[in-house]
């Protein structure tokens, strides 16, 4: 394989990967903001828990039973609203920020593939460092 086909190459995975990282980006972005509107949704349902208000009308024993429960319904509803919700939105952001650092190195990676190629139109005075420098990208990407 010449060192151009082995160039090109390598500018084919770079230019695959980072589209590929761009792709699971935009679709965690889209679940974190799914996940946020359905956050709102249920904390707007929350508050319906807890009506009817049922007075002073609703006394006795099955009337505080039934309190009790809706209060643990809205009780654990709201845990799962705040904390739960915040806490996936929070492991996505977490993974973006992760993918978006591999994109970092990725296009620093990119930017070594355009310098390797401009080595080559320099021609064999400048073959041995463009070998060295294809050796270091494949390095860095496999």
Do not use: C
Request: hydrophobic content about 30%; glycine content about 6%.
């Amino acid at each position: 394989m010449s060192l151009s086909s082995a160039l090109y190459a390598i500018q084919r995975t770079i230019s695959s990967q980072s589209n590929d990282l761009d792709e699971k980006i935009d679709r965690l972005r889209k679940a974190k903001n799914d996940i946020n509107r359905e956050q709102g949704y249920l904390l707007q349902e929350i508050a319906k828990l807890k009506q009817p208000d049922l007075g002073k009308e609703w006394v006795g024993k099955r009337a505080n039973e039934y309190d009790d429960e809706r209060e643990e319904a809205y009780s654990i509803m709201r845990k799962i609203g705040n904390v739960d919700y915040d806490g996936y939105q929070q492991l996505i952001e977490n993974k973006i920020n992760s993918l978006e650092m591999e994109r970092s190195v990725l296009s620093f990676t990119q930017s070594l593939a355009y310098e390797a190629g401009r080595l080559v139109g320099k021609g064999e005075e400048a073959a041995d460092e463009l070998s060295d420098r294809i050796n270091d990208l494949r390095r860095r990407l496999f």
